[in-house]
Every structure is written in C-alpha cells, then in structure tokens.
C-alpha cells in the first residue's frame, strides 16, 4: 500500500510556483521521497528524489521537512505543458524497480 | 538517444484469448520493470527482469509472466484474458535496479479485452 496522502486535485496559475504536498508521516529513516508525474496518454516521468535534505533540479526543488514527515514539490514556474497527475513516493533504495503508486494529485495549471 | 518503446501500442482481444507485450528498453539498460494501471486500481507493480532474471515480483496472479532476453528486451504475456485486464501496461527501463531516479518509462500498450 501507499505511504503517502497527498490532495486529489490542485489548481495553479499560469507561470506561478506550484507547490504540491504530500504527507509521509510514516516514513522510516532509510526511506527517500521520490516524485514523479504522469502527463495524459503518457508514461510516468521521474522529476526529483531525497533524503533529508531540499533538492533542487532543473525541473523542480523538494524540499522534506526537519522530520520528514511531510514534503512539498515546488514547480517555480508552471505552464500549461506542467498540467499532469503528481505521485509521491516513499521507499527504500535497494527495492529495485518497484514503485508503489498512491493516487497522486491531479495538478491543473490554467492560462 | 531512443527511448523505451513499447509494441503494440493499442490492442484488442477477447476473453479467453492470451496476448504477449513487447518492451525494448534504452539502449545500455539493463533492468526493466511491467506496471498495469488502470483507472480503479491505479499503477500497480508487475514484475522487475534484470540481467535475464526476474528480481521483484507484485501481487498479480499467474496468469501474468514475463521474461527477459540476453538484449535485456522484455516481454509480458496475459493468458485467459479476463475483462478486468483491460488496462495500460507500461514498462520502464533503467541501468540497473540500484538506479531507480534514473528510470524511464515507455508510452505504454492499451490492451482491450472484450
């Protein structure tokens, strides 16, 4: 099952940040969040992973709270090519590659 | 650099019938995992192939097989399609199973079962 809660739906204006959380209160020490988002009609695309400490990307910055319980996936300008499904995931690094999908947040961004 | 493809891209069976799905991974990949998705259940994990073996297998019955070749393309095969098997089934590729951010998925097969 899914360790992550993250809202079903989000909406973002046209070239604003978009910051999509999502809660991992159950998180263990050795687990990594990763992100990734799915466009329509298309295959989930890897966008950006971490620990403990923001990352940043040339897509995106993650930034994981001191405790980790919670994240937050900030896309610093969003167009309308940004509008997909956002998943957060949670796992340890030596699953191989198997990732276990929530239901993720519907992300509109509109003009 | 190619991505992954995936053939066929759209497909169409009946109940009963077997069908087999075909996966070329980036060129250097060596690890390829299957998802289903569809819209009640959501992305689900099939199975994981690397290096010809199958490393990580999900929580789907045996009616769903795969296999790896020594090029490290993949194929999934369905047998006794049931309707529930109409879905998107996409295959990703990476290096190896270690490089999980480094993953790529292909644009996936429609199988509809009627």
């Known amino acids: 099952d899914a360790k992550t809660t993250q809202p079903p739906s989000m909406d973002c204006a046209e070239g604003r940040a978009a910051n999509l959380p999502c809660n991992h209160s159950t998180i263990s020490g050795n687990e990594y969040v990763y992100w990734y988002r799915q466009i329509h009609s298309q295959g989930p695309q890897y966008i950006i992973h971490?620990?403990?400490n923001n990352e940043t990307n040339e897509m995106a910055s993650l930034i994981i709270t001191e405790d980790r319980k919670s994240s937050t996936l900030i896309l610093p300008h969003a167009t309308l090519r940004d509008t997909a499904v956002y998943y957060c995931?949670?796992?340890?690094?030596?699953?191989?590659?198997?990732?276990?999908f929530g239901q993720g947040t519907e992300l509109s961004v509109k003009p | 650099k190619a991505g992954v493809t995936q053939t066929p891209r759209y497909l169409i069976k009946t109940r009963g019938q077997q069908v087999t799905l075909s996966c070329s991974p980036i060129s250097g990949h060596r690890s390829v995992s299957w998802y289903q998705q569809t819209p009640g259940q959501g992305l689900q994990f099939l199975f994981e192939?690397?290096?010809?073996?199958?490393?990580n297998k999900g929580n789907f019955p045996g009616r769903f097989s795969g296999r790896q070749f020594s090029n490290s393309r993949s194929e999934m095969n369905v047998s006794t399609l049931e309707l529930g098997d109409s879905a998107l089934y996409l295959c990703a590729s990476s290096l190896a199973p270690s490089k999980i951010g480094e993953q790529y998925f292909g644009p996936g097969t429609r199988l509809t079962v009627t």
């Open positions: 995931i949670v796992r340890v690094d030596n699953q191989g590659g198997k990732l276990i």
């Open positions: 192939y690397f290096s010809e073996t199958q490393r």
């Open positions: 971490g620990l403990k």
